[in-house]
């Protein structure tokens, strides 16, 4: 779609043998994919899409969303939906339109420290504890050297 900068609306609705749909587009207000009876997954990454319909899909198990725009989500007649992964802040779920969930995944701000400063400061108290063990046992070693004496056999 990025070759389609004045593309603002799309509808693949009623593509028989459409089993994934992936739409990136900064353009793009509405799409439609209706009835696509062999969907399964759905990723879209569209900025200012403000109309999404999904509807009819019953094999359809997977929708990854983002839009800054979107306020209007129909997703009637799927009804296998496991997973439903939307980052639109526009859009308040009691608005949608859908049969009942097995799962929802909605964006939740973690209230912990990214991971990785739970990484860093984890190994690296280990990390500076093997090395201050390290460095006791050199100042231990009688020799002038820290490099081991080689056994030469002959």
């Known amino acids: 779609m990025a070759s389609c900068p004045s593309l603002t609306e799309l509808d693949l ?26 969907l399964t997954k759905v990723l879209i990454h569209c900025p200012a899409l403000s109309e999404l319909a999904l509807q009819d899909n019953p094999k359809l198990e997977t929708i990854l969303l983002w839009s800054d725009e979107l306020s209007a989500l129909d997703l009637s007649g799927c009804t296998g939906i496991v997973t439903l992964k939307p980052q639109c802040p526009k859009l308040d779920p009691a608005s949608v339109k ?57």
Not at 98 to 124: C, N, S, V, W, Y
Not at 141 to 147: G, H, N, P, R
């Open 13 to 38: 609705s009623r593509c028989g043998s459409l089993d994934y749909v992936m739409v990136q587009s900064e353009s793009l207000k509405t799409l439609r994919i209706v009835g696509c009876s062999e």
């Open 98 to 154: 859908h049969p009942p969930f097995r799962h929802i995944e909605q964006h939740i701000k973690p209230d912990h420290p990214p991971i990785a400063f739970m990484l860093k400061d984890t190994f690296g108290e280990a990390a500076r504890a093997a090395a201050d063990a390290k460095e006791r046992e050199w100042k231990n070693l009688k020799e002038d050297s820290v490099i081991p004496p080689v056994h030469r056999p002959f």
